[in-house]
């Protein structure tokens, strides 16, 4: 599956953005989705991840994010609504799956197989 994320952009600090993970043809309905993101000189980090719909519905996210940042998905895509946006959040953002793991922690610890071409956020203090 060849995934897209869109949305990012520069935003003030507090601001909210709305990103986007979709796939062409193809719909993530059967796909558990996480975002990651990447701050320069960092590590990749999981942000957030959503269960497939006939799964258990599960949504999980780092503490980080805990409050500021929602995931949710319907029929078109996946979508991380981010608000109260912090200067720390700036990073690009990637959406990606893997059927071997279900949400949660194990969807951060491994390595994932398909990956979009991520999306750059910018929050400005």
């Known amino acids: 599956v060849q995934l897209q994320a869109s949305g990012g952009g520069l935003v003030q600090a507090g601001g909210s953005l709305r990103l986007s993970c979709a796939a062409s043809?193809?719909?993530?309905?059967?796909?558990?989705i996480g975002w990651f993101r990447q701050a320069p000189g960092k590590p990749r980090e999981g942000v957030s991840c959503?269960?497939?719909?006939?799964?258990?519905?599960a949504t999980f996210y780092v503490d980080s994010v805990k409050g500021r940042f929602t995931i949710s998905r319907d029929n078109n895509g996946v979508y991380l609504q981010m608000n109260s946006l912090e200067p720390e959040d700036t990073a690009v953002y990637y959406c990606?799956?893997?059927?071997?793991?279900?949400?949660?922690?194990?969807?951060?610890?491994?390595?994932?197989?398909?990956w979009g071409q991520g999306t750059q956020v910018t929050v400005s203090s």
């Open positions: 990606a799956t893997d059927e071997r793991y279900a949400c949660g922690t194990a969807f951060f610890r491994y390595k994932l197989d398909y």
């Open positions: 959503i269960s497939r719909i006939d799964g258990d519905g």
């Open positions: 043809g193809v719909t993530l309905n059967y796909y558990n």
